[in-house]
């Protein structure tokens, strides 16, 4: 399976900043990636499709990059709202995995 | 509007089977791109996709490491898929999620609330 390694695990900010989340695989996916954000006791919110395709309805102060082994998620001007746990996942094969998170806290 | 519902049994014994359904609503069953998955997350830990069923084809895929402990299945006239794992064992304990795999790709863009369920004799 391939093996997706986001860092850092925990990222301390403050409201207005910038944030950068950096996603690897174990080897090439293309574009094949996703990013969820998650809030304690809630289902992963899918945010972005295909290394960069924002979703519906997200703000565009999320944006995603990156294709092969290395991606990244930043996030412009972060909000109270942001306060969460972000996850990466491949699907480049018929076997989805995805990162370890990453917290983005206080 | 497009639900997913988990439901299922909160507390199993080791070794017992575990079967949760995922009820849905709100998709067209015309499309051929009907997939849906299931995945688990322990507490604290990131989510493990378990298994996929495409709606049309009725083709299967399931996560390498549990393939032998997984069966998913579906009943199209409840709009229902149902994943049964055998042999449940304490590191099971997580909350379970049913997803739509958009267009037959491999991102989950609908989830459900999840159910928790606790391994533990």
């Known amino acids: 399976d391939i093996r997706m390694t986001q860092s850092p695990s925990t990222l301390s900010a403050s409201v207005g900043d910038t944030v950068t989340i950096t996603c690897r695989a174990s080897e090439s996916l293309s574009s094949w990636l996703a990013w969820y954000q998650q809030r304690p006791g809630k289902a992963p919110n899918l945010l972005i499709s295909e290394a960069s395709n924002l979703e519906d309805g997200v703000p565009s102060r999320f944006s995603g990059s990156g294709s092969g082994t290395e991606f990244t998620l930043t996030i412009s001007s972060l909000q109270p709202d942001d306060f969460a746990t972000y996850y990466c996942q491949q699907y480049n094969s018929y076997s989805y995995t995805f990162g370890q998170g990453t917290k983005v806290e206080i | 509007q497009v639900t997913f519902k988990e439901s299922g049994p909160a507390l199993v014994k080791p070794t017992q089977t575990l079967t949760l359904t995922c009820t849905f609503s709100g998709l067209s069953l015309t499309t051929s791109e009907l997939c849906v998955a299931w995945i688990r997350q322990p507490p604290g830990k990131a989510p493990e996709w378990l298994a996929r069923i495409d709606w049309d084809g009725d083709q299967k895929f399931y996560c390498t490491s549990l393939k032998t402990r997984l069966t998913i299945s579906k009943n199209s006239s409840k709009n229902q898929v149902v994943l049964t794992m055998t042999n449940m064992d304490p590191a099971d304990t997580a909350t379970y999620y049913c997803?739509?795999?958009?267009?037959?790709?491999?991102?989950?863009?609908?989830w459900g609330q999840g159910t928790p369920v606790t391994v533990s004799s």
């Open positions: 997803a739509r795999i958009r267009d037959g790709e491999g991102f989950f863009d609908y």
